[in-house]
């Protein structure tokens, strides 16, 4: 009976949780390790990275985000996400979204430069509109449609001078940022209940 019972201890949940905990402690490693390349040398040893995968409460909500922050000892840091797991972050998708070197360079110094900046002379135009009929990527591969429901969307607890330039309301009902203004996160589509007004 207690060799069952021992041999029983493998398959427990708590140890298929533990595994998943570290493969997803790995693939966080690797995207910290990428993003630490992109800092420049001279502030790279002072650069903390933080990557977290980021859900909505829904249980039954299917976009999880991979958060970065970045943060020095002066106390400047900045945040970039992109729409997808952590285990599907690659170079290519990282560099879209990675800050400038002269914006690194401010956060090194405890600075809080506005990036890509909100105030009105040099906030970046917006492609979409708030009502504008998209899809937005929810996965390596997955799209999901939606309204555009607000423009330079903050969530509560982000660091100062970060934002998302969109908050999607789904078609599904449920509210889900855009991280980047950009076609791999976010597009324009045609709704077929009506002709292309958006």
């Known amino acids: 009976n207690d060799n069952h019972k021992a041999a029983g201890t493998m398959f427990l949940p708590g140890n298929n949780q533990k595994e998943k905990e ?10 910290e390790a990428l ?9 790279r040893a002072d650069a903390q990275i933080t990557v977290t995968e980021v859900q909505c409460g829904d ?5 999880i985000d991979t958060s970065i922050v ?25 560099k879209e979204v990675f800050p400038p070197d002269d914006i690194l360079r ?18 970046p135009q917006l492609r979409f509109e708030i009502g504008t009929l998209v899809e937005c ?6 799209w999901a449609p939606g309204k555009v429901a607000q423009l330079w969307y903050r969530e509560p607890g982000w660091p100062q001078g970060s934002w998302a330039p969109y908050k999607i309301r789904l078609d599904d009902g449920r509210d ?15 709704d077929p209940s009506n002709n292309p007004a958006a």
């Open 176 to 190: 889900i940022f855009a991280p980047g203004d950009l076609d791999q996160i976010i597009r324009r589509r045609v």
């Open 137 to 142: 990527r929810i996965g390596p591969t997955d």
């Open 22 to 31: 570290a493969e997803k402690r790995r693939h966080y490693d690797r995207v």
């Open 106 to 123: 401010a956060w090194h110094r405890g600075e809080d430069p506005d990036w890509p900046g909100l105030d009105d002379e040099t906030m």
């Open 70 to 94: 970045v943060m020095f000892s002066s106390g400047g840091r900045g945040m970039l996400g992109l729409p997808m797991e952590s285990k599907d972050v690659n170079l290519e998708e990282l």
């Open 35 to 43: 993003v630490n390349e992109q800092i420049p040398n001279d502030i």
């Open 59 to 63: 249980p039954q909500c299917a976009p």
